[in-house]
């Protein structure tokens, strides 16, 4: 079965500093892989997303992901932080070829702070 | 708007009674989903939608959960003998096919008290 860990249930970083957000995920066979966000008193929103090819993945408003199979993680990046990043967090899973039966974590808490 | 609605926005009942949540997914999109995403955690399955016909329902919880599309569009959820448990964000999305972005909704914020 398809699993996702994301370390920290929350972050905090500075205004401008880089935010690190971990996701390690379990499945037997190659997944797809997400970030989502989720601001307050809003729907979830797609960041970006893995299917195949280039393994570093980028997506809106600066974010980016690496796909590293021998690490089974999906790290999510962005070189500087904005107060407006504040929010919280997801990485999912799903089938490959699949459809939108995903597997999300528990999510993140990110914190931005002048 | 053009987004995924779900109404209402919140919704509290008493133990052992009846819900029904409501889902108009954007237009076009053929597919529908429907997530619960209990405090603390991050959204879980519950059944998918293609068209009017349930591709995967294997995320309901038991019998007291049931969903219909009749018209491959709106989408209702129906709990019944609701318990404090069934408390959560229940969440719905669509997308175009099965394979396209999914968008969500805000979510129904369900309280059994």
């Known amino acids: 079965a398809q699993s996702v860990t994301q370390l920290g249930s929350h972050v905090s970083v500075s205004e401008g500093a880089l935010v690190l957000l971990r996701c390690n995920y379990s499945?037997?066979?190659?997944?797809?892989l997400f970030w989502y966000v989720q601001y307050p008193n809003q729907g979830l929103q797609l960041l970006l997303k893995?299917?195949?090819?280039?393994?570093l993945v980028k997506g809106i408003n600066g974010f980016e992901a690496e796909f590293k199979k021998s690490e089974t993680s999906f790290h999510l990046t962005k070189p500087s932080a904005h107060m407006s990043d504040a929010a919280e967090y997801f990485c999912a899973v799903s089938d490959p070829g699949g459809y939108n039966k995903l597997i999300f974590g528990a999510g993140t808490r990110l914190a931005v702070h002048p | 708007g053009a987004g995924v609605s779900q109404t209402p926005s919140n919704k509290v009942t008493e133990k052992g009674k009846y819900v029904e949540l409501r889902c108009d997914p954007i237009s076009g999109h053929t597919a529908l989903y429907w997530y619960r995403q209990s405090l603390g955690q991050g959204p879980e399955f519950l059944i998918y939608f293609q068209g009017t016909g349930a591709a995967d329902d294997s995320g309901l919880p038991n019998d007291r959960f049931f969903a219909v599309r009749p018209e491959g569009s709106v989408s209702t959820l129906k709990i019944q003998r609701t318990e404090r448990g069934d408390s959560a964000v229940y969440l719905c999305?669509?997308?175009?096919?099965?394979?396209?972005?999914?968008?969500f909704g805000q979510g129904t914020r369900l309280t059994v008290v």
């Open positions: 893995y299917t195949t090819g280039a393994t």
């Open positions: 499945s037997s066979v190659p997944p797809y």
């Open positions: 999305a669509s997308s175009l096919n099965r394979e396209a972005e999914a968008f």
